[in-house]
């Protein structure tokens, strides 16, 4: 009885050795590999039938596997862009009725901007415009913003008697079959950078394809109805390409036979009067259009300033 004591005491130190050596024998992740092991064995549900969100399944990475926080990533599919809302208008909505001191017209396809505003627009579009209110005295920036209209429709308008305070931020562009930035008798625009006066952050490229018009201005519509001035208009900041390429207009001040004041306290101008029509008279790079009878007068305060035109590159053409 008592050998037979001893033969079970020692077989259990045995075992305990022995268990003993097999457990320090085990790496840490051996021994969870073994435990994740047992758990899938008793699992009544089928792996293949967890559908458990992956990094996968949220985001699509463009990159090798090489842990870079930086790595891009594509945008969700069926995620919808964010629209216009509050003091923001994205272009491309044509959806969203209102917002803090705007509305919008979905039958014209014009964005006006009403006084007191203080808006930011951005995105692109084909489809609308931006009109600021008449009467109005607002500020607006653009934000990486891109407007191209191929009809009567100036992409942004100042309306009679409105204001436009105007700050650039990103690269932006106004593209017109007529005036890119309609700024009519009575009106008054001033630009500047977002990042304040002086700065040259903020870039805004305006072009005209109407043989007549100003790019940045007003139009020869009014000089045949004997309102040929455009409205004032203020430089500060930013950097501005404007180009005329129909001749007869301004880059920057009076559409044909109009007349503009101009002043340029900072910023970069580039401005250029291409006269692909071949007119005899062309307009001033900054300045009246061809032929006007009207007041020009064009003040630069600082900045840099680069005009090119066939006639005057600034102030008044051959009239």
């Not at 409105?162 to 106004?174: E, I, P, R, V």
């Not at 304040?196 to 870039?203: H, M, N, R, T």
């Amino acid at each position: 009885m008592e050998k037979n004591s001893r033969s079970a005491a020692g077989r259990g130190q045995r075992i305990g050795k022995g268990f003993e050596a097999f457990i320090s024998v085990l790496h840490p992740k051996r021994l969870l590999l073994c435990v994740c092991a047992v758990l899938i064995a008793v699992s009544p549900v089928p792996i293949a039938d967890f559908n458990a969100p992956t990094a996968m399944n949220v985001f699509a990475d463009t990159t090798d596997d090489d842990d870079s926080d930086s790595a891009p990533v594509k945008a969700l599919s069926g995620v919808t862009p964010q629209q216009s809302g509050g003091a923001t208008i994205d272009l491309a909505d044509s959806a969203t009725a209102s917002g803090d001191g705007w509305t919008y017209d979905s039958g014209a396809g014009i964005f006006t901007i009403h006084d007191g505003a203080n808006v930011t627009i951005k995105g692109s579009t084909s489809k609308n415009t931006v009109e600021i209110a008449s009467g109005a005295t607002a500020t607006v920036t653009l934000y990486n913003a891109n407007i191209t209209s191929s009809n009567t429709n100036s992409p942004v308008k100042v309306n009679s008697t409105a204001t436009l305070n105007l700050k650039l931020k990103g690269a932006n562009s106004l593209t017109g079959a007529r005036t890119a930035l309609y700024v009519p008798n009575g009106a008054a625009l001033n630009i500047t950078s977002a990042d304040g006066a002086g700065s040259i952050k903020g870039v805004l490229d305006a072009t005209t394809s109407d043989s007549h018009d100003a790019t940045i201005g007003n139009r020869r519509d009014e000089s045949n109805s004997g309102n040929g001035m455009a409205g004032p208009i203020t430089i500060n900041g930013g950097t501005i390409n404007a180009i005329a390429t129909g001749g007869c207009g301004a880059a920057i001040g009076g559409g044909d036979q109009s007349g503009a004041t101009v002043v340029i306290n900072g910023g970069a101008i580039y401005a250029s009067v291409n006269n692909q029509s071949g007119y005899a008279q062309n307009g001033a790079a900054i300045g009246g259009g061809a032929a006007t009878n009207k007041t020009v007068s064009v003040t630069i305060r600082g900045g840099s300033v680069y005009a090119s035109a066939r006639d005057a590159a600034i102030g008044e053409n051959g009239s």
